[in-house]
């Protein structure tokens, strides 16, 4: 099986700098820290039991910090790649784990990647302050301290097949600590459902933020 590439992955390989200085914050949100007052327009939806959407959550000055975070932290040691499963087959996305690093061939979390020994860069504050504030706008959710948090940057042609999240800890999954998914970018189309059957799923579209 061939190692994965480690070279550096620019998830905005054209993008400018320059264009920062375009985004406009209304003043009376500069001082604002990240994922401080997100909840301000957002919308919760009960999709079923112990699974919840909130919708306009994070906001575009934070969904730009979030991608500039992830583009810094994928071009130095621990970045984006393709990981492969037991069969040798490649996931259509490349991944980068922060916190711990998950290996999808073991299913099994651990300090460093097997395939390069890099070790997990650390999860920026800014990130556990959205999921925390995200985990309280839903409620109904035991309160969390994220450690581990994997990073899935899609292309148009990316997908992920429908599957279920139970490699975390023992403990975590008896304390029912809940998963937190958020999506920035273009508009993507989300299954859930008891099975793998793709045509039992529902489906509904994840949204970039807030518009």
């Known amino acids: 099986m061939s190692q994965p590439s480690t070279q550096p992955f620019d998830l905005c390989p054209n993008y400018q700098e320059s264009t ?10 500069k001082k604002r820290k990240a994922g401080e007052s997100s909840t301000e327009a957002a919308s919760v939806q009960h999709l079923r039991l112990g699974m919840v959407l909130v919708k306009g959550f994070v906001k575009r000055e934070d969904q730009i910090g979030m991608v500039s975070m992830c583009r810094q932290l994928g071009k130095g040691p621990g970045v984006f790649y393709r990981p492969s499963l037991k069969n040798g087959a490649k996931l259509n996305l490349w991944m980068m784990s922060l916190g711990k690093n998950w290996d999808p061939t073991a299913r ?9 020994g890099a070790q997990a860069p650390t999860i920026p504050d800014a990130f556990k302050m959205i999921a925390q504030t995200a985990n309280s706008t839903a409620s109904e959710f035991p309160q969390i301290n994220p450690d581990i948090c994997i990073v899935n940057y899609y292309t ?12 975390e800890s023992e403990s975590s999954l008896t304390k029912g600590l809940p998963f937190i998914s ?8 989300f299954m859930f459902g008891d099975t793998r059957d793709k045509d039992q799923a529902t489906k509904i579209n994840l949204e970039s933020g807030r518009y």
Do not use: C, M, V, W
């Open 156 to 167: 148009n042609s990316g997908k992920l097949g429908l599957h279920q999240d139970k490699d």
């Open 182 to 189: 958020i999506s920035i970018g273009d508009t993507a189309e």
């Open 108 to 116: 099994s979390y651990g300090p460093t990647r097997p395939f390069d």
């Open 20 to 29: 920062k200085a375009k985004t406009t914050i209304p003043r009376e949100q």
